[in-house]
């Protein structure tokens, strides 16, 4: 739910601003490009001017997003993302609440003097910003950032293709509605854009209809061959080594989903997937139930995010990682079991 007051100090902000940056996480996912891009959108038709600037690219499957081309990339360009980061007068984080999400972009994002406004349903947010639209039992970013373009007035602006943007993001954070998350309100939501021409069906297909081969079988190489299920912990493991990955042309996105394959294992409550990136092992991390998994990643992996669905990473090897994770799993099943305890 978005607050009168938060809308109010957004609404103060933006009055004054010329040059805005709107900013997401690292390895950007739908509900971080499509916020991003549905924001430019309707800012830009207020005639302001708009500059979205991610860390890294995004996902092919993404590719279809309307001005997703236009996006500054800070690993290819930093001067330009740095120079946009400069001129802001308001700057948005959208989908994220910590600047260590940004990875080597966060030194220029801290070092920009703008007023930061964010949009995000994360827990726990930094202070960094100075008004905030956070709802942390909201399914996505998307749902609150409609919220916010409605409660500005500019529900009109939300047009079949910002719609699109929207709506991706929604359906992939609550895998594609099926989450506790999904609540009436987000079901509000796609009925008034599906009553402004959203095509849902176009935008499921072009983030799910087809993939490439190397990733369908990138994704059988990980079940087959690097799946490990501990039916004792409740728990099951995969990963994948910077060599799987090259021998399977690995590219951004390839690896989405894999973690809910070992989460989809029966008897299994907690499912971990990592992966080796360039400078670091990369996490996600899932669980069904009262089982916390951000609890999991914050105390052991710098990480965070929410309840049942989290993320991480870590400066060792994917070996050494993977040797941690199998060590900590005793404590997984501890807590496994206590909170089973809190439900009877
Ligand atoms: P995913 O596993 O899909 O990348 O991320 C799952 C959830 O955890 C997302 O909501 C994401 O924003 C959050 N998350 C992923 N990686 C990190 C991380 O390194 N730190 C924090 N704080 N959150 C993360
Ligand atoms: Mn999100």
Same mark, same amino acid.
């Given at each position: ?29 739908? &509900? #971080?490009? @499509?916020?991003? $891009?549905?924001? !430019?959108?309707?800012?830009?038709? %207020? /005639? ?110 939300? &047009? #079949?293709? @910002?719609?699109? $943007?929207?709506? !991706?993001?929604?359906?992939?954070? %609550? /895998? ?126 710098? /990480? ?41």
């Amino acid at each position: 739910m978005v607050d009168a007051a938060d809308l109010l100090e957004f609404q103060r902000h933006l009055a004054e601003a010329h040059h805005i940056a709107i900013t997401s996480h690292r390895s950007p996912d739908a &509900d #971080a490009v @499509g916020t991003s $891009l549905a924001l !430019a959108r309707y800012l830009r038709s %207020t /005639g302001k001017e708009v500059t979205c600037i991610l860390p890294d690219a995004p996902d092919e499957a993404l590719d279809w997003m309307h001005g997703v081309a236009d996006i500054v990339l800070f690993d290819r360009d930093p001067g330009a993302a740095q120079e946009a980061l400069h001129r802001a007068d308001v700057l948005f984080a959208l989908d994220y609440n910590g600047l260590n999400r940004l990875g080597p972009m966060a030194d220029a994002a801290r070092a920009a003097t703008g007023t930061w406004l964010m949009v995000d349903h994360h827990m726990g947010p930094e202070d960094f910003p100075t008004a905030m639209v956070h709802d942390a039992r909201c399914s996505s970013t998307a749902e609150l950032l409609y919220g916010v373009i409605a409660g500005l007035g500019g529900r009109e602006a939300v &047009d #079949a293709e @910002g719609a699109a $943007l929207l709506y !991706a993001g929604m359906m992939t954070d %609550t /895998g594609s509605f099926r989450f506790r998350s999904v609540s009436s309100e987000t079901h509000r939501v796609i009925a008034e854009m599906m009553d402004r021409g959203l095509d849902h069906t176009a935008v499921h297909e072009a983030i799910f209809g087809e993939q490439p081969m190397d990733r369908m079988k990138l994704h059988a190489f990980a079940v087959v061959e690097r799946m490990e299920v501990y039916p004792e912990f409740q728990t099951a493991f995969v990963h994948l080594t910077a060599e799987d990955m090259e021998r399977f042309n690995y590219r951004a996105g390839y690896t989405e989903g894999l973690v809910n394959k070992a989460l989809g294992v029966a008897g299994v409550k907690v499912a971990v997937f990592a992966k080796q990136s360039s400078d670091r092992v990369k996490m996600s991390f899932r669980s069904v139930g009262n089982y916390s998994v951000r609890d999991f990643a914050e105390k052991h992996f710098d /990480g965070g995010g929410h309840h049942n669905a989290a993320g991480g990473a870590s400066n060792e090897s994917i070996g050494v990682v993977m040797a941690r994770l199998r060590g900590l799993l005793p404590e997984i099943a501890a807590g496994l079991a206590a909170t089973e305890q809190e439900n009877t």
